[in-house]
Nanobody
Framework: VQLQASGGGFVQPGGSLKLSCTFSGDMSGYSPIGWFRQAPGKEREGVSVTDRWDGRVRYADSVKGRFTMTRDKAKSTVYLSMDDLRPEDTAVYYC????????????????????WGQGTQVTVSS
């Protein structure tokens, strides 16, 4: 499985961006699929995940109400729509997945994921 993230860029506070993550290869059994981010000097943190087993999308508290994760199965792509962006959202954003199921409480933890895309930079600044 390979993942390719794109869509990052520079935006002013309050602006919006939409990230895409396209998968190639046999995705059978891979779940969950998540978005993560890493700011300079900080650990990689979970942003949102979607679980094929229960169909739910989960978000980090810091992005709830501002970010929306969606999935287009026909295009093997997941999206992260980001609104009301803030300077603290500045980071490299990654998409990731793993082969086996993961309990809900662990799904936003980066260490549990095995397959990663290359990352796309999001910069929010005035």
């Amino acid at each position: 499985v390979q993942l390719q993230a794109s869509g990052g860029g520079f935006v002013q506070p309050g602006g919006s961006l939409k990230l895409s993550c396209t998968f190639s290869g046999d995705m059978s059994g891979y779940s969950p699929i998540g978005w993560f981010r890493q700011a300079p000097g900080k650990e990689r943190e979970g942003v949102s995940v979607t679980d094929r087993w229960d169909g739910r999308v989960r978000y980090a508290d810091s992005v709830k109400g501002r970010f929306t994760m969606t999935r287009d199965k026909a295009k093997s792509t997941v999206y992260l729509s980001m609104d009301d962006l803030r300077p603290e959202d500045t980071a490299v954003y990654y998409c990731a997945t793993r082969k086996n199921r993961l309990i809900t409480s662990a799904q936003l933890t980066a260490a549990h994921y095995e397959y990663w895309g290359q990352g796309t930079q999001v910069t929010v600044s005035s």
